[in-house]
């Protein structure tokens, strides 16, 4: 087979580096399914790795990505056969298996999700772990009985992936969404995809109090630290808050009050080591409930070179939305 590019993370005595590479197959990692890489996209937590702001990744030399979408080349898994559409997300790829920058790629069949037919490979890069994230988050929530007559639901890091894709899927689903931002400027396109109402993130950054006025019955926070704690102590009696993420911290300063005195349920959500079955239920619920219009109005396409200086703006908050990355 023909050499492919990826782009490989090194480490060295000043630091780390990355440089686009010609590999052979031979140099990928075990695995029993090889997939022709399409497309990928650019999480925050692919910008972390990128950027080395945080130690995501764990073994050197690495491919980062921490998702793909392809066709299968070969496999000796039962379930899948060359041409089959896959898309995987998390397992520790891009972190300590080779990952979604690179045109090529082996891994374990049992990782792989194939594709729904609702969605092209660049949409499903477009929703991605931020989306496929979003939509754990909603499945939480309904597991914990908040349905739209609840009252609404706070989206914070509005403006980002996960934010994006939970206000597109809570909104067609009938939630009343409030949005929480630091970009004020992004109130239309907020608004667009679905959001009834948009308040500064300023709201939620300081020290929180114990209990606050009850404000929603639920939260999506992709944020952590004091965000989070301020989305709990405004919870309803019997709501529930699906954390997910921490751009802004991760710590949590914040009280029991409003799980003792409001019987409030903070539901940890993990895309990375989610069971198979889990991830199947979130493809497929996203491709019932997702707005593909509303995808395409979030989505920006880059070729695959610009992933090193997105992954920088990623992390300072300048991207918008979703990115889908051009691999072929």
Request: hydrophobic share 45%; proline share 5%.
């Amino acid at each position: 087979m023909q050499p492919f590019k990826a782009l490989l993370a090194t480490k060295g005595p000043t630091g780390q580096s990355l440089a686009w590479q010609q590999l052979a197959l031979a140099e990928l990692m075990e695995g029993d399914v090889v997939v022709r890489v399409s497309h990928s996209t650019v999480n925050y937590k692919d910008g972390l790795a990128i950027t080395g702001k945080a130690p995501v990744i764990r073994r050197w030399p690495m491919i980062p990505g921490i998702d793909f979408a392809g066709e299968v080349v070969s496999s000796t898994h039962a379930e899948f056969k060359p041409g089959d559409p896959v898309v995987l997300n998390g397992w520790g790829v891009g972190e300590t298996h080779y990952g979604g920058y690179a045109q090529m790629a082996r891994v374990k069949g049992d990782w792989l999700v194939r594709r729904p037919a609702e969605f092209s490979a660049a949409e499903s890069m477009a929703i991605g772990t931020a989306g496929y994230t979003a939509m754990l988050c909603v499945l939480a929530l309904e597991r914990h009985g908040v349905t739209p007559a609840s009252g609404p639901v706070l989206v914070t890091g509005a403006a980002g992936g996960v934010g994006s894709i939970a206000i597109a899927l809570l909104a067609k689903l009938g939630y009343q969404v409030v949005a929480s931002t630091g970009r004020p400027t992004e109130t239309d396109y907020l608004k667009g995809l679905g959001a009834s109402e948009v308040i500064d993130r300023a709201e939620l950054s300081k020290p929180a109090r114990p209990l606050n006025k009850e404000r929603w019955a639920g939260a999506v926070d992709a944020v952590g630290s004091h965000t989070l704690a301020n989305a709990l102590s405004m919870t309803k009696y019997g709501g529930t808050v699906a954390a997910c993420g921490l751009a802004g911290g991760m710590d949590l300063p914040g009280s029991v009050a409003p799980f003792i005195l409001r019987g409030v349920t903070l539901a940890g959500i993990d895309s990375v080591m989610a069971p198979k079955p889990a991830r199947i239920e979130a493809w497929a619920r996203l491709a019932r409930d997702l707005d593909r219009s509303k995808l395409k109005a979030l989505t920006v396409t880059h070729p695959a070179a610009d992933v090193v200086a997105l992954g920088s703006d990623i992390v300072a908050g300048k991207v918008r939305g979703r990115v889908v990355l051009e691999l072929g």
